[in-house]
Nanobody
Framework: QVQLVESGGGLVQAGGSLRLSCAAS????????MGWYRQAPGKQRELVAA????????NYADSVKGRFTISRDNAKNTVYLQMNSLKSEDTAVYYC?????????????????WGQGTQVTVSS
């Protein structure tokens, strides 16, 4: 079992900044990809940003390029999302996602986990 706990959401004015954090815990052997998704009311969940284990590959949604930055601390099994120049259309529940391998070297299995979500509200 791998659990994800997000923090850092809140209410901010347009043009402001927020930093989201997501810490993974549990029976972790390795985490390959960590990412952030968001879901606005009445819309489908969409990928915001994702990063591979060594940071060698990072993907951003076109709508956040140049404003958001994803990073991770592998020692802490934590991924961050720095959000700058926030817009009202960034308002959504933000979810952390992690994909990797759980268990031990001799007994491993793939996992994919979601956090509980954190609300980000940008007022115009």
């Amino acid at each position: 079992q791998v659990q994800l706990v997000e923090s850092g959401g809140g209410l901010v004015q347009a043009g402001g900044s927020l930093r989201l954090s997501c810490a993974a815990s549990g029976s972790i052997f390795s985490i390959n990809v960590m990412g952030w998704y968001r879901q606005a009311p009445g819309k489908q969940r969409e990928l915001v940003a994702a990063i591979t284990s060594n940071g060698g590959r990072i993907n951003y949604a076109d709508s956040v390029k140049g404003r958001f930055t994803i990073s991770r601390d592998n020692a802490k099994n934590t991924v961050y999302l720095q959000m700058n120049s926030l817009k009202s259309e960034d308002t959504a529940v933000y979810y952390c996602n992690a994909q990797g391998v759980s268990g031990s070297y001799y007994l491993r299995s793939d996992f994919g986990s979601w956090g509980q979500g954190t609300q980000v509200t940008v007022s115009s």
